[in-house]
């Protein structure tokens, strides 16, 4: 078993593509005491503390057991987590602390079947731990069965449960946890109560724990449709119709006959979406794992209502700035028709207005006229996005040769003042942030300062190379 710094997500994702996506609820033994003290897991001592007010010690036995039970493997070994499992030509590898969460998998077989899956809580969540994970096709029909057969685990909770007939006897099992704000798809079948026929049960087996099924008690489609538009949907539904919703807002939905199948490419697609609310999941459960200690008090100073003077006209303006500088980048990223995708970590976004102060335009000498600098904000980006682009369009990385110009002493007096000055940069102290769920390695840094000053604003970026994704981490000062 490795830390959670440890994983190579560098080297997983240039061979790895997801497929499919899958979540579960699970809860967890705790003696009667120790129950009231349950929403103290993952907190911490203060705001702006990182010391942890209560851990989740988990015996982790009864999940590893699902593997040793369908696939052969060791149990000793799975409790490892160093690579041998037990069977020739099969990985597992555990990225965590012992016995606690959260705990991230990474999983293979022979053919180049591959799934990570992550065990954790989180402050958002309703139930007792979340297991979520990401497969690739050829690894997807086995995770799939791995999360049929967890779901089956017994309940070890006396609230919220259910007796399930099993032969001469009643098993007790938890109900489902609601699970409306992690998926992005929703499916409501009409009828149940009837027996679902042989086609719902094989469009069910695809799409269990990959999107919301919700046809088990008050068969309604999940959104922003309204009680009466939802009945309105519905109410003509023969039993054996399913309804679907394809996006989080659920504004509308697709309706399939008793005997009409859902179509492949539907089906892809809500595996598609599956993905990104696994991942996105995963980055909730390893969130405060990563967390910096910038991003703590950005966060403090947010929830006070202190990231932004109310009445200063400067703070407001740039915090205006960095909405339009992102939204106008995700535009950009379509335009240049690279297939390259821009995106924000937390930090980023929430960089509070304070710390962009004094990067607006200020007027200057260009070309012997006086007009406004660009603005440093944007430069800051902009220097990352180019920086990017050129290794795509080069296929590697950009070639320059150094060059200065000499001008007249009559043109001297033309040379630009108040100009920007700007590097990249290695980062001495390289940290990791979380892309799609998994930890990646922030190396560079733009820096952006005029010349008549010692502090610049900094950008920290990085470049997903497999997934063609420029991510943006944060925005600091720092002395140039």
């Not at 597992?92 to 969460?101: A, C, E, M, Q």
């Not at 003509?236 to 199948?261: I, K, Q």
């Not at 992102?326 to 710390?355: C, I, Q, S």
């Not at 560079?444 to 943006?472: M, N, P």
């Amino acid at each position: 078993m490795l830390p959670l710094p440890s994983i190579p997500t560098e080297i997983i994702r240039k061979s790895f593509v997801p497929t499919r996506g899958f979540i579960l609820a699970l809860d967890v033994a705790l003696a009667a005491k120790d129950r009231p003290l349950r929403p103290l897991t993952g907190a911490t001592m203060g705001p702006l503390s990182a010391e942890k007010a209560a851990e989740l010690i988990v015996d982790f036995d009864p999940l590893f057991q699902v593997f040793v039970d369908l696939f052969g493997y060791d149990l000793a070994l799975l409790r490892a987590g160093d690579g041998d499992c037990g069977v020739e030509g099969h990985d597992w590898n555990l990225f965590g602390r012992r016995d606690r969460v959260p705990l991230v998998i990474r999983w293979r077989m022979p053919e180049g079947a591959e799934a990570i899956l992550a065990i954790g809580d989180m402050p958002e969540g309703s139930a007792d731990l979340y297991v979520t994970g990401v497969a690739n096709r050829a690894m997807a029909p086995h995770l799939a069965k791995v999360f049929g057969s967890m779901r089956e685990l017994p309940a070890v909770n006396e609230e919220d449960l259910i007796d399930l007939p099993a032969g001469n006897v009643l098993q007790k099992l938890a109900t489902p946890i609601t699970m409306m704000d992690f998926f992005g798809t929703s499916l409501a079948y009409a009828g149940e109560k009837q027996g679902l026929t042989p086609l719902a049960e094989s469009e069910l087996a695809q799409l269990r724990f990959s999107c919301l099924i919700n046809g088990r008690s008050n068969h309604r489609v999940l959104g922003n449709l309204s009680p009466a538009r939802s009945r309105e949907l519905l109410a003509g539904f023969a039993p054996g119709t399913r309804a679907l919703t394809l996006t989080r807002t659920g504004r509308f939905a697709l309706s399939f006959g008793p005997e009409e199948p859902i179509p492949a490419t539907v089906i892809a697609a809500i595996h598609s979406q599956s993905v990104d609310d696994a991942e996105r999941t995963m980055g909730l459960i390893l969130r405060e794992t990563f967390r910096r200690q910038a991003e703590r008090v950005q966060d403090y100073l947010q929830r006070e209502g202190l990231d932004v003077n109310p009445g200063n006209v400067e703070e407001a303006e740039r915090a205006a700035a960095l909405r339009d500088a992102m939204r106008t980048f995700e535009e950009m990223a379509d335009d240049v028709r690279m297939n390259l995708k821009v995106t924000f970590g937390d930090d980023f976004k929430g960089t509070p207005a304070k710390t962009l102060l004094g990067s607006r335009p200020l007027p200057g000498l260009r070309g012997g006229h006086v007009m406004n600098a660009p603005d440093m904000l944007w430069q800051a980006m902009f220097e990352a996005f180019r920086e990017t682009t050129d290794r795509l369009f080069d296929g590697g990385r950009p070639r320059q040769l150094k060059a200065r110009m000499i001008v007249s002493a009559d043109k001297e007096l033309e040379r630009d003042h108040e100009a920007l000055r700007s590097r990249i940069d290695k980062l001495a102290t390289p940290y990791s942030t979380l892309v799609r769920g998994l930890p990646m390695r922030v190396k560079k840094s733009v820096l952006i300062w005029r010349e008549d000053e010692d502090e610049g604003l900094a950008c920290d970026y990085l470049f997903d190379q497999t997934h063609r994704e420029l991510h943006f981490v944060a925005l600091y000062r720092t002395k140039v």
